[in-house]
């Protein structure tokens, strides 16, 4: 049976987790404190296996408090609960074995707990890995099978979620743009001089380049605090992002749907009708995906028109509608 501490300001907060943790099972809950100085002056005592703790808290935040409670009781593994997703990568900074948002969903918290169990035992003794840390296990990216677990949607907004299912926040725009040109490229070096001029275009080559070295710093940073070190490459005057199998996208998803419209099903006509949310990059409208961004939307029509004539209603209707949204966005 694991030992979980639960440390939150809100008292709603803490009932809630430990209905979840309740439900859940294999956990009992040695301690609750409305107070991180309080449960400071008990965690060692309680000798929990994890501490579910809150980041905005009165006096002192959560962040702050992560090192002075690895101080006490080395062997308890940190999983922030917050309802604000732009503290992530400080968090993971701190060697936090994971990072739940609020409202807190009963499957991420089993998944998060299933992870916990399968590195260190269902049971509260693990002496042999107390210097572990989610740098290490948790942040890696890795799934089950060893391969990766970043997805990465593109069609409407760019959002990139890392392996625990948390939203990546990007330092810059630039920064952001820099990933998803990069990964537009498909792992296929760019020149660096061809980065400055699509992404700087109005810019000196002297302080665009200058630019460039600093946004290629803020996404190895962010990439390699989520277990991701070393996807961007630099070579031959050339950088390029080492995509492979490590980032799952719903481009990747409807390329598969698109490439194989003489056999199209449909069940794939409604899962392009889940997965295109917008036009490829259409909030972010990226000069330099134009011509991409036009070929789905081609590619998409062509799908729907077939899914039509073929398709009853009411799902004829669905594709029909969702046929005359591309076209009228094209006019």
Same mark, same amino acid.
């Given at each position: ?13 803490? $009932? ?25 002056? &008990? ?5 929990? $296996? ?36 732009? &503290? ?31 590195? &260190? ?21 890795? $799934? ?16 990139? &979620? ?170």
């Amino acid at each position: 049976m694991l030992k979980a501490m639960l440390i939150d300001d809100e008292q709603i907060a803490i $009932d809630v987790m430990e209905i979840l943790l309740e439900q859940e099972g294999g956990v009992t809950v040695s301690g609750k404190f409305l107070n991180v100085l309080e449960a400071l002056e &008990y965690v060692q005592d309680q000798g929990p $296996d994890i501490i579910f703790l809150d980041i905005e808290m009165p006096g002192l935040s959560g962040l702050s408090a992560a090192s002075a409670i690895a101080e006490r009781c080395p062997t308890a593994q940190i999983i922030f609960v917050t309802a604000h997703q732009e &503290y992530a990568i400080d968090a993971f900074e701190t060697g936090a074995f994971g990072y739940l948002l609020k409202p807190v969903s009963a499957v991420r918290l089993s998944q998060t707990l299933e992870r916990f169990k399968k590195k &260190y035992g269902s049971e509260s003794q693990y002496p042999d890995h107390a210097e572990e840390s989610e740098s290490e296990e948790g942040g890696t990216g890795l $799934d089950e099978a060893g391969g990766a677990s970043l997805v990465l949607k593109v069609m409407g907004s760019m959002e990139l &979620y890392g392996p625990l299912g948390q939203l990546i926040t990007w330092r810059t725009r630039k920064t952001k743009e820099l990933f998803a040109y990069l990964w537009h490229a498909g792992g296929e070096p760019v020149y660096r001089l061809r980065l400055m001029d699509d992404l700087w275009p109005e810019v000196p080559v002297e302080r665009a380049q200058t630019l460039l070295h600093t946004t290629i710093y803020n996404l190895r940073r962010i990439l390699k605090q989520i277990g991701f070190e070393d996807c961007v490459r630099f070579g031959d005057e050339r950088y390029w992002l080492l995509t492979d199998d490590r980032i799952g996208s719903d481009y990747a998803e409807l390329m598969a749907i698109f490439n194989r419209v003489q056999f199209i099903t449909l069940e794939q006509g409604e899962k392009i009708l889940s997965l295109y949310r917008g036009d490829y990059l259409d909030t972010e409208y990226y000069g330099w995906a134009i011509a991409r961004r036009q070929k789905m939307r081609d590619e998409a029509a062509h799908c729907l028109r077939a899914l039509a004539e073929m398709a009853d209603e009411p799902l004829r209707g669905l594709f029909l509608r969702k046929l005359e949204e591309l076209e009228q966005v094209q006019e």
